[in-house]
């Protein structure tokens, strides 16, 4: 199962962690790890990338984590959009997690 945290402070959502496999077919061959990674890879470089914020990002192929971290002091449109792309990842996860009960969890801390 692929375990998808979202983590907060307050009311400000600080990142996220996504974890395992999802178990749907065998690796390289699961549609549902498939989505989550590609959507999570999305978020990340629109975060970095087109926004040229510098959110920490870890890979761990052999624990299959990928993570993302805000920075703590952005400025407001900064922080506006990426509260923004993370409450959207939050919604497909949920949404697949609805999809696929067996292969995917989704938490907020």
Not at 2 to 11: I, K, N, P, Q, R
Not at 53 to 59: D, F, I, N, Q, R
């Amino acid at each position: 199962m692929t375990t998808v945290t979202f983590h907060s402070e307050g009311s400000r959502m600080t990142g996220f962690d996504m974890q395992g496999h999802s178990g749907y077919a065998p690796q390289g061959e699961d549609i549902v790890c498939a989505a989550l990674t590609s959507a999570v890879r999305l978020i990340a470089c629109a975060v970095n990338d087109v926004l040229g914020l510098e959110a920490s990002v870890k890979v761990r192929d052999k624990d299959a984590l990928i993570s993302l971290k805000l920075p703590k002091a952005l400025d407001p449109d900064s922080e506006s959009v990426c509260q923004t792309l993370l409450a959207a990842l939050m919604v497909h996860c949920v949404q697949l997690a609805e999809e696929y009960p067996e292969n995917i969890s989704v938490m907020e801390v």
